[in-house]
């Protein structure tokens, strides 16, 4: 849905000849005819990531609707990225979010926030890569036990054995997922905090610096 949003948003800003702010007036008239194929290249790839994220939602219209409105609404400065991340990986699955997420952050039209995703999602790998280490020799341990009892078990029970195992493995790396997600989210939100509260320090300090001098 966020997804949904963000692209439509980037579809109308495209269309409408804006991008990062600037309308297509403020470009000289020589530009704006090499710009079109550039333009009518970002609408396709904006039209193919909406298909893309509707296959993911497996044709789900209502989710991908919900999901747009929070892309305006990160766009209308009303959720920040932290919180459209976390919408983003529990609205889509952990292999579909990884490979539609650095698409739609090149939708967005905001560069800022562009770059702030960015950043997000580089943390976010980096936390995986870290994690998935971590749990390799229990994965090898496990996949090992579960070697074992197929072996020892009938070939019905066996198979069943087999899918269940799965959906369970799928299931842990999902939530495994949540709590990354989670965890990267919050240390970027307290990292920003401090910076607004740094910030409104200095200004502060800035101010009564400023009333003093006037004073003198």
Do not use: W
């Amino acid at each position: 849905s966020t997804t949904t949003t963000t692209t439509t948003a980037t579809a109308a800003s495209s269309a409408s000849g804006a991008t990062d702010g600037q309308s297509s007036k403020s470009k000289p008239q020589s530009s704006s005819s090499s710009s079109k194929p550039t333009t009518r290249k970002r609408n396709q790839s904006i039209l193919d990531l909406r298909s893309r994220m509707l296959n993911a939602l497996d044709g789900d219209r209502e989710a991908f609707v919900a999901f747009r409105q929070q892309s305006m609404n990160l766009i209308h400065n009303k959720i920040s990225c932290v919180d459209y991340l976390r919408l983003f990986f529990k609205t889509f699955k952990r292999r579909d979010a990884l490979n539609l997420f650095p698409d739609l952050v090149s939708a967005v039209p905001d560069r800022e926030k562009r770059k702030e995703l960015k950043l997000l999602y580089s943390r976010l790998l980096s936390k995986m890569r870290k994690a998935s280490q971590e749990a390799s020799d229990e994965d090898v341990l496990s996949d090992t036990n579960a070697g074992n009892k197929t072996a020892a078990g009938s070939g019905g029970n066996a198979a069943t054995g087999d899918k269940d195992s799965e959906a369970a493995r799928e299931e842990a790396r999902r939530a495994s997922m949540q709590q990354i997600v989670e965890e990267v989210s919050a240390v970027v939100a307290e990292k920003q905090q401090q910076k607004a509260a740094d910030e409104a320090k200095r200004a502060d300090d800035s101010s009564s610096s400023s009333s003093d001098d006037d004073d003198r």
